[in-house]
């Protein structure tokens, strides 16, 4: 009987490491999609791999990414709320999509806070929170942002061009 619940133990186990290789496998095909900017099929892939793991933060924020690119962005915003209420790690994640809609107070409600906690936050939150204050006519809180990401040093040729960015654009407001 012991043999028996043993077995049965490792075939569960084996199915369970087998399903998650397999869910791994479709979050690493999504991925290769939405690089390759085939949005409708990452989309459709997505879709499938959330049904089946509803609580995957990361096929939620991918899914969110996906919609976003596409310029579906009542989509994107329903799967970015929902990668955060998953994972709250995901919580800043909208703010790019927020940001492109020009809705000032809630990158400041979201993002704002965040910045309390942590002031190494990246360029592209950093950017659009300054530019909702002074869109706010908070000019002194946007100052602010724009000084402390200029005093934040990151990794990633990617991000430190970014931040460049930023800082050049709000040169020019000044």
Known sequence: MKIHIALIAQIAIAVIVSNSACADSLLDDARKLVA???YDSAIDLL????STNPMSADGCLLLANAHHWKKDFPKARVCYEKAATLDARYTLDIIPLIDELNEWKEIIRIAGPEL???KKLRPSILGPLASAYENSDK???AERVVNILAANEY????????KNYVLAYYHLWS
């Open 36 to 38: 390759a900017q085939q």
């Open 47 to 50: 879709n499938k791999y959330v």
């Open 116 to 118: 309390q906690k942590n």
């Open 139 to 141: 000019h002194l809180d």
């Open 155 to 162: 990794e990633g040729q990617d991000v430190k061009d970014y």
